[in-house]
């Protein structure tokens, strides 16, 4: 069984700096991607980003970037230049590939706040 | 397009009713998962359904649970003889196979209260 854990229950961030989240996981498998949400208090979950394990470039998405080692398993969430509208529950995800779906595996979350 | 859409928003119900929680995928993804996320538990896969295979039930924390998808759109998920530990939101997420991407988007959820 694959496990997610995301040792940093709250963090905060002063508007225009950077913050890391840090998320480590288990699992035996080769072959998944691992991906963040974000849940803002509307609820939503919303896809901030995605990596492929087979791919050893690290995602970008605009101000959101990953530092992905396969090797260490971790899978760590940088957001430069923190807006307001960053504040929420950041979850890591784990997803195992196979021929077909299957269900993402989440960590417990971490609780951002940018403090203006 | 149209994103992943649920009913009701919110749910108040009393201990030991029936309730349905309904979920609309996005059109086109072949695969939908509900998910349970309370404050004891974090976010908890209950069961999914890919295509036209039997749905993988593993999930799901008691017979209470039941869920349907009818013609590989809608899914409705029943809880029966509700208890107050099911209080929690009920989140949906559909996609596309692996090969096409495979991320999963989630609708808004319901919230659901046990009296």
């Known amino acids: 069984a694959q496990t997610v854990t995301q040792s940093q229950p709250e963090m905060s961030v002063q508007e225009a700096e950077t913050v890391t989240l840090s998320c480590t996981y288990d699992?035996?498998?080769?072959?998944?991607?691992l991906f963040w949400y974000k849940q803002p208090p509307s609820r939503q979950m919303i896809l901030v980003i995605r990596?492929?394990?087979?791919?050893?470039q690290n995602a970008t998405e605009n101000r959101f970037s990953v530092n992905f080692q396969k090797a260490a398993k971790s899978f760590s969430l940088k957001i430069s230049d923190s807006q307001l509208g960053d504040t929420a529950m950041y979850f890591c995800a784990f997803m195992r590939l196979n021929s077909g779906n299957t269900p993402l595996v989440f960590g417990k979350g971490t609780r951002l706040s940018v403090i203006a | 397009g149209a994103g992943v859409s649920q009913s009701p928003s919110n749910k108040v119900t009393e201990k030991g009713k029936d309730v349905e929680l309904r979920c609309d995928p996005i059109s086109g993804h072949t695969a939908l998962y509900w998910y349970r996320q309370s404050l004891g538990q974090g976010l908890e896969f209950l069961i999914y359904?890919?295509?036209?295979?039997?749905?993988?039930k593993s999930g799901l924390p008691s017979d209470r649970f039941s869920a349907e998808r009818t013609g590989g759109s809608v899914s409705t998920l029943t809880i029966q003889r509700t208890q107050q530990e099911d209080s929690a939101v009920y989140l949906c997420?559909?996609?596309?196979?692996?090969?096409?991407?495979?991320?999963?988007?989630f609708g808004p959820g319901t919230r659901l209260l046990v009296l």
């Open positions: 359904f890919q295509g036209n295979s039997a749905p993988d």
């Open positions: 990596q492929e394990a087979y791919k050893q």
């Open positions: 997420a559909s996609s596309l196979p692996p090969v096409q991407g495979g991320t999963q988007y």
């Open positions: 699992t035996s498998e080769n072959n998944y991607y």
